[in-house]
């Protein structure tokens, strides 16, 4: 193997947000949670990938384009919100250097005037509005290796009761995928890193050929394989299943010892719609009258105090670079401790939410460019992606993964605790009904056909995992349980007009209106073998 590096780096952004689009309001709070992810990550990363393609600099990265989050990238209806947020955060901003200008946050905030108005013309003019195909073209360069996950992010092992509800989250996955990107993917990344024995099975089934564990469902795999975490395990049904690097995530990850918690990065929590007085920001809060978030934050992490210090994005853009070159050298070290005779080249795994860089941690998205351009001059990492991997010469062992997640405690508590529990005998319940139905129906066409497959819209929403984990988390908790029950209520609603009559086909077509994604969806999918 000579002439390889000593070890490849394989990034993974797990790029997945729940779908949340309510036509029914003009402005609704938990639809910040996409026009956010697009501001500072999604439209951020893709910026990158362009810069870095045009100046040639190499890369590869691993990217989830889960199928509710590119639905919602694709709808309309929340483009068109999308841009209207966009136009009011630039006038902000503008309102902003006028109100700080010959003060010490003048700079600040036409640090933040720029931005805005750079990623306007980005969408508006270089994309047009179409971020979704902007990535297609770096999918066909082979630099980005675009995965899929199940179609509402569902928790598998648990809707694993009900054995053909995995296989439509699954089937859903891939052919949202491969209808919006032109052809199927490759990988997918398992709702929450979260493996049952046999679910190898049902990827294989699918055309899947690789997905990604957590550390121990590799290092707990049987037979133990030899290389650790640090090359694929080939599974009982032929796919490779990757694993985390815990060395890799320990520095990013970490409270302590974590890169994001440096004092010269900016503070996620100060906002100037908390800051300032309440009349002059509520234009601008994408709320129905509480205080929120408008992205204008002016306070660096400064440390352990609410006495926070002004913001500096040099200095902080700066800070990103050094740290990326850190974790460049650092992974070198690895690379020469993990094989220091230079027998084999392992392969280190670094998953992470893709929303950990820029709205999380504001400047991880230059952390990432930082990476790449810090590894083209390396002699020993490089980076690179499964399809990549998958066409040379690599090492691999053989076994079956252990079932974990990558919850708190490793397993499935998360999802399964005295918080949510109440969720599951419903999802259960709901979805061994619509396999009977899917059975039963075979031969069903023309509006009863329409009803099932929106039954079957339904039933995938309530089971993304989602829901569960905000009620455990405590956040959001009102909304996740009703989003729960309003698509469980809307299913019964379906089913009972299908079953008992009267067919009410306005009724039909306001549900319709409200949950409009995947469009190809076919109720038979839910039928058993």
Request: proline content about 7%; charged content about 25%.
């Amino acid at each position: 193997m000579s002439g390889q590096p000593s070890s490849r780096l394989l990034w993974v952004l797990h790029a997945h947000l729940p779908y949340v689009r309510h036509p029914e309001h003009p402005v609704f709070l938990e639809e910040n949670w996409f026009f956010e992810g697009m501001l500072e990550t999604y439209l951020p990363l893709s910026m990158v990938f362009d810069r870095l393609t045009g100046e040639g600099v190499p890369w590869k990265l691993t990217m989830t384009l889960s199928p509710s989050l590119v639905s919602m990238m694709t709808d309309p209806l929340l483009s068109e919100r999308f841009s209207r947020r966009l136009d009011l955060l630039c006038e902000l901003s503008a309102r902003e250097c006028d109100r700080t200008r010959g003060t010490e946050w003048s700079d600040v905030a036409e640090f933040y005037r720029d931005r805005f108005e750079t990623l306007k013309w980005y969408w508006q003019e270089d994309l047009h509005r179409d971020l979704c195909g902007r990535l297609r073209i770096h999918m066909e360069s082979g630099r980005l290796d675009g995965i899929t996950c199940g179609a509402t992010h569902g928790y598998l092992p648990l809707l694993a009761v009900v054995p053909e509800t995995v296989q439509v989250q699954v089937e859903v996955g891939v052919r949202t995928f491969d209808r919006v990107f032109g052809s199927p993917p490759k990988g997918i990344w398992i709702p929450e890193c979260a493996y049952f024995e046999g679910l190898d099975a049902v990827l294989a089934r699918n055309g899947l050929s690789f997905f990604f564990l957590e550390s121990h469902g590799l290092l707990y795999a049987d037979p133990s394989p030899p290389g650790g975490v640090y090359a694929p395990l080939r599974t009982p049904a032929g796919l490779l299943a990757y694993a985390r690097d815990p060395d890799s995530s320990k520095q990013i990850w970490s409270q302590d010892e974590g890169y994001p918690g440096d004092w010269n990065y900016r503070d996620f929590y100060r906002d100037i719609g908390y800051d300032l007085p309440y009349e002059y920001v509520r234009p601008y809060l994408h709320t129905d009258g509480p205080r929120g978030m408008t992205g204008l934050k002016y306070y660096r992490i400064t440390g352990k105090t609410d006495n926070k210090t002004r913001y500096e994005p040099a200095v902080a853009m700066g800070q990103a670079r050094t740290h990326a070159r850190d974790f460049v050298r650092r992974k070198e070290d690895q690379a020469r401790a993990l094989a220091p005779g230079g027998d084999w080249v392992p392969t280190v795994v670094c998953p992470f939410d893709a929303e950990l860089f820029g709205h999380w941690w504001f400047e991880g998205v230059s952390f990432l460019e930082g990476l790449f351009r810090e590894a083209a001059g390396s002699q020993t990492v490089s980076f690179t992606n499964p399809t990549s991997l998958a066409a040379g010469e690599h090492w691999e062992s053989e076994g079956s993964p252990e079932p974990s997640s990558w919850g708190v405690n490793g397993y499935y508590e998360v999802w399964l605790n005295d918080s949510n529990d109440w969720v599951w005998p419903l999802l259960v319940d709901a979805g061994r009904e619509m396999v009977r139905l899917a059975g039963q129906e075979q031969g069903a066409n023309g509006i009863r056909k329409e009803i099932l497959d929106q039954m079957s819209r339904e039933l995938l929403l309530a089971q993304s995992s989602d829901w569960p984990f905000l009620m455990k988390m405590g956040t959001a908790v009102s909304y996740a349980v009703r989003r729960v029950k309003d698509h469980l209520f809307h299913f019964r609603v379906l089913r009972d007009m299908l079953t008992s009559g009267p067919i009410r086909p306005e009724v039909l077509a306001e549900v319709q209106k409200r949950s409009p994604l995947f469009p190809d969806l076919d109720f038979r999918s839910f039928k058993s073998p």
